[in-house]
C-alpha cells in the first residue's frame, strides 16, 4: 500500500513500548495508518492531545523526537487483477521481485456483510478425504480451522484441501509461518501448475510479530475482491490464527488494557469473529470460504484462543495420531462441519447422514471396549467386533491420506458395517439398510 | 413539559475503539442518544457515564477516522424502538434498522433505515367508541398482520386518563394517519397514529398482574416437554461449550413452540445462523396455523462481526418488541443467542472505561444486570381482562465449556429451567445433547403448573415424568458400576437396568431434528411413547447372559427409532408396533 504524502513533523514522543508509542497531536483521526521515523504505524488510542500509535515492526531504536506522518488513511489493499499469482508482505508490498501492484485502494478490515444479503451455503467442497468429505462435509462460504498440535502436519492437509477443492481463487494469509513452510507452500502451488490461482499474504517468524494483525485482513480485503468484483469462488488460507491472537495480546498489554482468561484481550472473540464472519456466499455466486488453523498447546482447547475459535466457526477439524495404524486421522469425535447437513444426503447420496452418524456411534463404541480392554476386563463379542471395525475404519476412512470420492466413501462403510455387524445393531432406516447393505 | 428546540452539542475529546470521551456545556442525561459526525457520516451513540465535565459514549458504529474535536449532537433521548403494525417477518439489525431496506452489500456506517413500512396499508377496525375513557395501553383499535390481530394501544408514554376525543372508521390507513385523539384532563390533545416509540432499556409494562406461571408452553422437543418442560411466561437457559447443539435446539424450539409470535434475537452469532432462518421460515408451515413460519417471526440479528455496543442493544429492542405483543394478549417467545456474547459486550465496554472488574473481568453488576433482563418475561393479566405471556429462552456459551463461569452461574440465578448440554453427549451424537439428570425445571414443582400437566395430560404424567427420571439415573449408576466391576462382575440384572435406561435415552430423549417428523413430537404423542417405554421397562425378562441382554435390548430400541421416523399411527407405525410386539414377547417372562 501507498499512502499519500503529507509533510512529516517531528514530535517529542512521550511513552515507547515494545509495539506501542504515545505523543502528543492534535490532528490524528482513530484508525489511520501514519509513519513514525520511516516505519508503519497505526492510531489506536486518542486520549485528548495524547495519541498512541501501534508501531507494526516494532519500537526498536525510534528516538523521543521521532519524525512522524498521519497519512489521514485506514491501512489500505490495492486490489485488482495484478494480485494473481503475487506474494506479497503484511502490508500488501510484493517479496517475491515483481512489479507494485496497482489496482484501487481499498480500506481493510472494511464493514460488514448485510446478513439479509447472503445467500444460504449450498455448495459441496470435496477433498478426498474422507475424514472431511464423509464425516465434516465442507461447504462454500464456510468458515472452520484446523485445531492442531504443532508437530501435526496441517499445512500440508490444509494444502492438499485447498488443491483439491476446485476453487476459483486461493488466497494464502501466512501468519508467523516458518520460513521452511512458507517454501513448501510456494513448492506445492508451483508444482500443482496453480500459481495463477494463487495470491499470498506472508509474514514469517522471521518478521515482526506486530506486523502479523495485517495479514488476515489483507488476505480477506483481496478476497473480497475477487468474490464481489468479480464473482469467483474464493479459499482463503490463514495459518497460524494462534501467533495472530499472540499479537494481539502483545498490543493490549503494552496498552495496559485489563487480560481476560489466558491473557487474551477481553475482546478477542469479537476481533476473531470480525475476521471469521467475512465467509460468505453471495447469491451472484461469489464466496469467501475460510480455512485456518489455530494450533493448540498440549491438546487443549480450553483455552482462550480455540474455545473463542470454535464458538465462532462452523465445525472444527481435529487432527489426531492414531497409534494402532501408525497415521493422522481426522479425529471423528471432536471434529464437526456445522454445515455438513445443507448438502449432506442432498447433495451426496441419500443414506450419507445415517451412514455418517452409524459409523461414528460405532467408533465411539470401539472407545467404551478400549477402556474396557485397559481395565483389564473380557471382552464380549460386541466389543472384539468393534475393535476390529475400528481399526479397519480409521485405516480405510479416516485417515488424512485416503483419496477418493464420496461414493466410495460410503460404499466402504457399508462393506465395513456388514463385516462387523448385524442389520440391527446399525439402528439406521429400514429402507436405506434394504437398498444398501453389502451381502 | 415544553420542549425548546435547541441543539445540544459537544466535542469528542478522546477514542479508543467503540468508546468515545467527549465534553458539552449543555446538559446531558445517563443513556442519552448522541450522534457523532465523522466526515459525512452521523454515528450513533449512547451515554454510559459522566464524570465530571467527560462524558463517556458508547459508539453503536465504527468510530474510524474519527478526530479530536469532532462534533457530536445530544438528541434528549433514550434509544427507542418503534413499535406498530409491519414488524412481523422483518431482519431487524440490534438499533431496528430494517436490514432488507440498505442496497449495498456492506452495511456502511451512518445508514439508518425505517422500522416500518410507511407505504403499507393496514385495514383498522376500531374496538371501542370515542367518549371512553382511556390510558396507557388500552386497546384503541386491530389491524390484521398476517395470522395475529395487531392491537393499536394508548401510547405507552402518555400517563394519566385521557378522553377519547376521535377514533376513525373502519377502513385502510398508512401507519402516518392520526387514528385516534385523546384529551388529556388538561385540555392538552394527543394525536394517535398506528406507531408508537419506547426506550428499550425501561420495561414496557401496562399489566395489571404477573402470575407465577402456571401453563406449559409446547415445544414438541421430547427431552424438554416430557422431561424438563417450560411454562408458558417462564424463563429457561441453555448453557453448553461450542458445537454441542444450541442454536439446533432453539431453532427447533422456534419451528415448533406453540407461540403467537417468535423473537429470535440473534446476539453476537453467525450471520450464517440468520440466512438459515431467513431461507427456511419462509417455506416452513407453523404446526399451529398452518401460516407460513416466517409470518408469525421477527428477528433482530446483531451478528459477531457486527459493532458490540449494538449487541448489547439488541437483547433488549428485542425484549421491548416482545412486551408490546405481550400487552396486546399475544404469546410471545424470544429465543436469544448467545446472551454471553450480551455480556461480553458489558465486559469490553466496562475494561474501556477501567472500571473495577469482577470475576473474568466481567463487569460487577453483571448478575443484577441479567436478573433485571430476565424479569421482564411473564405471565401477565392485563386491564382488560386478556392474557399475555412472554418465555424468555436463552444460550449461554460458558467460555472452556465450564459451567462455573460468572455468565452461567449469574444467569443460573435468573432462570427457572436449565437445559445443561453436555459435551460427552454430543461427542456420542446423543442430540439433543440435553443431560437429562443435571437440567432441570424448577415449574414441575409448581402445584399450578402440575395441576395444568394433571388436566391437560393426563392424572399419572408426573409419576411417569419421575419415573422416566429414575430409571435414567438408575441407569447411569449401574453403568458406571459396570465400568468397574466388568460386564460379568455385576449382576445380569444390572445389565437389564441399564439397557433400560438406554431406551429411554435413545427412544425419548434422542430426537433427529433434522428429520421432518421426529423432530417435533406432538404433547399426544409424547404421551403415546413414554407410556410405551414405561411399559417395557416395567416387564421383567428371561435372559441367559449379558450378551443376550444387549442383543435383545438393541432390537427393541432399532424398532422403537423406526417409530420415531413413522407417522403417527399410520399403517406403517402400526406395522413396526405389531413387530415391536412379537420381539418383546421372545423374552417376556408373562
Ligand atoms: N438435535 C440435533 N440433531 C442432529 N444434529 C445436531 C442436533 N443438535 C446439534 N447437532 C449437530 O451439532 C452441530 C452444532 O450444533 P449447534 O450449532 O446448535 O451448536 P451450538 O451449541 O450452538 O454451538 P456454538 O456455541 O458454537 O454456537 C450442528 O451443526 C449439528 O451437526
Ligand atoms: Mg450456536
Redesign the pocket.
Known amino acids: 500500500m501507498e499512502y499519500k504524502a503529507f509533510q512529516p513533523i517531528f514530535y517529542n514522543i512521550t511513552r515507547i513500548n515494545k509495539a506501542t508509542c504515545e505523543l502528543q497531536c492534535h490532528m490524528a483521526s482513530y484508525d489511520e495508518m501514519a509513519i513514525i521515523h520511516g516505519r508503519l504505524a497505526q492510531v489506536v488510542k486518542i486520549v485528548g492531545n495524547q495519541v498512541t500509535l501501534q508501531v507494526f515492526s516494532g519500537t526498536e531504536g525510534i528516538p523521543t523526537n521521532a519524525e512522524v506522518l498521519f497519512t489521514g488513511d485506514p491501512p489500505l489493499l490495492k486490489v485488482s487483477e495484478d494480485l494473481a499469482g503475487r506474494f506479497l508482505n503484511a502490508y500488501g508490498r510484493p517479496i517475491d521481485n515483481g512489479p507494485e501492484i496497482l489496482g484501487e485502494p481499498r480500506m481493510i478490515g472494511g464493514p460488514s456483510i448485510n446478513p439479509t444479503k447472503r445467500e444460504r451455503p449450498s455448495e459441496l467442497i470435496l477433498t478426498g478425504i474422507a475424514g472431511i468429505d464423509l464425516n465434516n462435509t465442507l461447504v462454500t462460504g464456510q468458515k472452520i480451522p484446523f485445531f492442531a498440535d504443532p508437530e501435526q502436519p496441517f499445512n500440508q492437509v490444509m494444502a492438499d484441501v485447498a488443491l483439491r477443492a476446485k476453487a476459483d481463487r486461493i488466497i494464502l494469509g501466512g501468519i508467523g509461518l516458518q520460513h521452511d513452510d512458507y517454501l513448501f507452500f510456494k513448492n506445492i502451488f508451483e508444482n500443482a501448475g496453480a500459481i495463477d490461482r494463487i495470491v499470498s499474504f506472508i509474514n514469517t517468524t522471521e518478521d515482526p510479530s506486530v506486523e502479523r494483525l495485517l495479514i488476515p485482513d489483507m488476505a480477506l480485503t483481496a478476497a473480497e475482491y475477487f468474490a464481489i468484483d468479480r464473482n469467483e469462488k474464493v479459499l482463503v488460507l490463514l495459518t497460524d490464527l494462534t501467533l495472530y491472537c499472540d499479537a494481539l495480546s502483545i498490543v493490549s498489554n503494552n496498552m495496559d488494557q485489563i487480560s481476560s482468561k489466558d491473557n487474551m484481550p477481553a475482546s478477542l472473540y469479537s476481533d476473531l469473529a470480525r475476521l471469521y464472519e467475512k465467509a460468505v456466499q453471495f447469491p451472484a455466486g461469489g464466496s469467501i470460504t475460510i480455512i485456518a488453523v489455530t494450533t493448540l498447546s498440549g491438546g487443549d482447547i480450553t483455552h482462550a484462543i480455540p474455545d473463542n475459535t470454535?464458538?465462532i466457526t462452523e465445525?472444527q477439524l481435529f487432527l489426531r495420531r492414531d497409534a494402532e495404524i501408525g497415521k493422522t486421522i481426522v479425529d471423528p469425535f471432536r471434529s464437526?462441519s456445522?454445515l455438513?447437513?445443507l448438502v449432506i444426503g442432498k447433495k451426496t447420496r441419500e443414506d450419507h447422514p445415517q451412514v455418517m452418524n452409524t459409523a461414528v456411534r460405532l467408533y465411539s463404541d470401539s472407545a467404551n471396549a478400549r477402556t474396557k480392554l485397559e481395565n483389564g476386563f473380557d471382552l464380549n463379542d460386541y466389543d472384539k467386533r468393534c475393535l476390529s471395525y475400528a481399526k479397519e475404519y480409521s485405516e480405510k476412512l479416516l485417515a488424512i491420506d485416503v483419496n477418493v470420492g464420496i461414493e466410495d466413501m460410503l460404499n466402504t462403510s457399508w462393506s465395513l458395517f456388514s463385516r462387523y455387524f448385524k442389520k440391527e445393531e446399525l439402528a439406521i432406516r429400514q429402507d436405506l439398510v434394504d437398498k444398501y447393505w453389502k451381502n | 413539559m415544553t420542549t425548546t428546540a435547541t441543539i445540544k452539542k459537544g466535542t469528542v475529546t478522546g477514542i479508543i475503539s467503540n468508546l468515545v470521551m467527549a465534553v458539552s456545556d449543555a446538559p446531558v442525561a445517563q443513556n442519552e442518544i448522541c450522534y457523532m459526525h465523522v466526515g459525512e457520516d452521523q454515528l450513533l451513540g449512547e451515554i454510559i457515564k459522566v464524570i465530571g465535565h467527560d462524558i463517556y459514549i458508547q459508539c453503536f458504529e465504527s468510530t474510524r477516522g474519527m478526530k479530536v474535536g469532532s462534533t457530536i449532537r445530544f438528541t434528549n433521548e433514550m434509544l427507542e424502538v418503534t413499535l406498530g403494525p409491519g414488524m412481523l417477518s422483518k431482519i431487524y439489525d440490534g438499533l431496528q434498522n430494517d436490514l432488507k431496506k440498505f442496497d449495498s452489500l456492506l452495511i456502511k456506517r451512518g445508514k439508518r433505515s425505517e422500522a416500518l413500512d410507511s407505504e403499507s396499508r393496514w385495514h383498522f377496525i376500531p374496538l371501542t367508541q370515542p367518549g371512553k375513557t382511556v390510558q396507557a395501553g388500552d386497546w384503541l383499535g386491530e389491524v390484521k398482520e398476517n395470522a395475529i390481530p395487531h392491537r393499536i394501544m394508548v401510547p405507552f408514554k402518555l400517563t394519566g386518563r385521557f378522553k377519547l376525543k376521535n377514533l376513525v372508521e373502519e377502513g385502510d390507513y398508512g401507519i402516518n394517519d392520526v387514528i385516534a385523539v385523546l384529551e388529556s384532563e388538561e385540555g392538552e390533545r394527543v394525536d394517535v397514529k398506528l406507531w408508537q416509540k419506547w426506550p428499550v432499556k425501561k420495561p414496557l409494562k401496562g399489566y395489571v398482574e404477573k402470575v407465577r406461571p402456571f401453563a406449559m408452553l409446547e415445544t414438541g422437543v421430547r427431552i424438554i416437554d416430557t422431561l424438563i418442560p417450560i411454562a408458558e411466561g417462564g424463563t429457561g437457559f441453555i448453557p453448553?461449550?461450542?458445537?454441542?447443539?444450541?442454536?439446533?435446539?432453539q431453532h427447533?424450539i422456534s419451528k415448533q413452540a406453540n407461540a403467537d409470535v417468535i423473537i429470535f434475537a440473534a446476539c453476537g452469532?453467525?450471520a450464517n445462523e440468520i440466512v438459515d432462518v431467513f431461507t427456511e421460515f419462509p417455506e416452513l408451515d407453523d404446526p399451529h396455523t398452518g401460516r407460513k413460519l416466517m409470518e408469525r417471526t421477527i428477528i433482530i440479528a446483531n451478528t459477531s462481526n457486527m459493532p458490540v455496543a449494538a449487541r448489547e442493544a439488541s437483547v433488549y429492542t428485542a425484549m421491548t418488541i416482545a412486551e408490546y405483543f405481550r400487552n396486546m394478549g399475544l404469546k410471545v417467545l424470544i429465543l436469544a443467542?448467545?446472551t454471553s456474547r450480551w455480556a461480553q459486550a458489558l465486559r469490553e465496554m466496562s475494561n474501556r472505561l477501567e472500571e473495577l472488574p469482577g470475576p473474568d473481568a466481567f463487569p460487577m453488576d453483571l448478575t443484577a444486570v441479567i436478573a433485571n433482563f430476565y424479569a421482564r418475561a411473564g405471565y401477565v393479566f392485563l386491564p382488560n381482562g386478556a392474557t399475555g405471556s412472554i418465555t424468555f429462552l436463552g444460550?449461554v456459551?460458558p467460555s472452556g465449556g465450564n459451567l462455573k463461569e460468572p455468565v452461567t452461574e449469574a444467569t443460573k440465578k435468573s432462570a427457572r429451567c436449565f437445559y445443561a448440554?453436555s459435551q460427552k453427549r454430543?461427542d456420542q451424537?446423543r442430540?439433543?445433547?440435553v443431560d437429562p439428570t443435571e437440567s432441570y425445571s424448577k415449574y414441575l414443582e409448581y402445584p399450578e403448573m402440575q395441576n395444568y400437566l394433571h388436566e391437560n395430560i393426563s392424572s399419572r404424567w408426573i409419576d411417569m415424568v419421575i419415573r422416566a427420571k429414575d430409571i435414567l439415573l438408575r441407569g447411569r449408576e449401574v453403568h458406571d458400576q459396570i465400568n468397574i466391576l466388568g460386564d460379568d462382575g455385576v449382576p445380569l440384572d444390572y445389565h437389564v437396568q441399564f439397557w433400560k435406561a438406554e431406551i429411554i435415552d435413545f427412544v425419548i430423549l434422542q430426537?433427529?431434528?433434522?428429520d421432518t417428523i421426529d423432530a417435533m413430537t406432538p404433547m399426544a404423542r409424547q404421551k403415546y411413547m413414554l407410556q410405551l417405554v414405561l411399559q417395557i421397562c416395567q416387564m421383567e425378562f428371561d435372559f441367559k447372559d449379558f450378551e443376550e441382554v444387549s442383543a435383545f435390548f438393541k432390537r427393541i430400541i432399532n424398532k422403537l427409532k423406526q417409530l420415531n421416523y413413522t407417522t403417527f399411527e399410520s399403517e406403517p407405525f402400526k406395522k413396526i408396533m405389531e413387530e415391536y410386539t412379537v420381539i418383546v414377547n421372545e423374552k417376556r417372562i408373562a
Open positions: 470454535g464458538y465445525g464437526l456445522r455438513k447437513q | 453448553g461449550p461450542f458445537g454441542t447443539g444450541k442454536t439446533v435446539l427447533a452469532e453467525r443467542d448467545s444460550t456459551s448440554l454430543a451424537k442430540y439433543p445433547a430426537q433427529d431434528a433434522f
